[in-house]
């Protein structure tokens, strides 16, 4: 199926995606992605993640993204799309109010080279929102503003809500991927962090309703790196 590319985004940081709609508030599939970050703490929902890189013999151009939803926060995405048939309007709309909260947390992406932050284009060049059983998956392609050297000095990019409302996580370096031609030129490492006991009770002991100080950046602390070097 090809990712749509035809439908309108919004990525205002500070635009809620359904300003008139009651009925998409009380929804939590729709709701982790429309409510203010000032309102979510520790992980009521779960994203499991998978990046394929984007790139051709010389350089990275972009991140291949796919988000798979836990099935409590898909119940809500999936009842409205109902039995719509896959590429239909129903599913590009929903597909559209996704990806734009997404734009407007910058994908949930940081992403560095030697220390420096590296830019990439404000909207996707393809997306789709699908379902796998009773769960939804969102994926997207994040283009770099400009292609970087694959050669030279390692890149590292993370993936995380800075609340961590939303845990957002690779299982393991089997959902890294390199295309062939990269294969036996770059690695792909992950690093999963081990916040301490303190740290951990902390998250676990917020409610939905509570938001940690935005200087703690709690999400942050427990964000994966995925560390991306070639020769």
């Not at 929102?129 to 694959?150: D, H, I």
Request: glycine residues 4%.
């Amino acid at each position: 199926m090809a990712l749509y590319r035809d439908v309108t985004l919004n990525p205002n940081r500070n635009r809620p995606l359904f300003r008139n709609a009651k009925r998409h508030a009380k929804w939590l599939g729709l709701a982790l992605f429309c409510l203010p970050a000032s309102v979510m703490a520790h992980p009521h929902s779960f994203i499991d993640m998978q990046t394929t890189l984007v790139a051709n013999e010389t350089s990275l151009t972009g991140l291949k993204m796919v988000w798979t939803m836990d099935e409590i926060t898909s119940a809500d995405l999936l009842y409205d799309a109902q039995n719509a048939k896959p590429g239909s309007d129903i599913w590009k709309k929903l597909a559209a109010e996704v990806m734009a909260r997404v734009l407007s947390q910058h994908y949930f992406t940081d992403f560095y080279r030697e220390g420096k932050p590296v830019k990439y284009l404000d909207l996707p060049s393809e997306y789709q929102l699908s379902r796998k059983g009773n769960q939804a998956v969102l994926e997207f392609v994040l283009p770099l503003a400009k292609p970087q050297v694959l050669q030279g000095k390692p890149m590292e990019f993370s993936t995380f809500d800075p609340s961590y409302f939303v845990d957002m996580t690779y299982k393991d370096n089997t959902a890294l991927h390199l295309p062939p031609e990269l294969e036996k030129r770059c690695t792909l490492a992950l690093f999963t962090p081990k916040p301490n006991a303190s740290l951990q009770n902390y998250a676990l002991s917020l409610d939905k309703a509570d938001a940690p100080p935005e200087d703690m950046d709690l999400g942050q602390q427990f964000a994966q790196k995925v560390t991306l070097e070639c020769h």
